[in-house]
């Protein structure tokens, strides 16, 4: 089983800047993938950004540019850091890990961008 702790969210002003950060615990060897997803009010959830244990990243063409995610694999902790915020980035952030064909979900962590 794994645990995912997330932290960082919180209230800014458009064209500030955040650092999300996401804890795994328990089982963590195998995870393959991490990142975040974000669900704003009355809108589906989407995937902001994903990083392999290799490294390598994927991101949406929303967030290119603006938003950088990252991983250290020895701290078990994922960071996604934002930075020119809109006020439609704002969301509640969910991170998640991908092991063994399962996906595991944070608490998720509310971000407001102010206009």
């Known amino acids: 089983q794994v645990q995912l702790v997330e932290s960082g969210g919180g209230l800014v002003q458009a064209g500030g800047s955040l650092r999300l950060s996401c804890a795994a615990s328990g089982g963590i060897f195998s995870i393959i993938v991490m990142g975040w997803y974000r669900q704003a009010p009355g809108k589906q959830r989407e995937l902001v950004a994903s990083?392999?244990?290799?490294?390598?990243?994927n991101s949406a063409d929303s967030v290119k540019g603006r938003f950088t995610i990252s991983r250290d694999n020895a701290k078990n902790t994922v960071y996604l850091q934002m930075n020119s915020l809109k006020p439609e980035d704002t969301a509640v952030y969910y991170c998640?890990?991908?092991?063994?064909?399962?996906?595991?979900w944070g608490q998720g962590t509310q971000v407001t961008v102010s206009s």
């Open positions: 998640f890990a991908d092991r063994d064909l399962r996906r595991y």
């Open positions: 990083i392999t244990r290799a490294g390598s990243t």
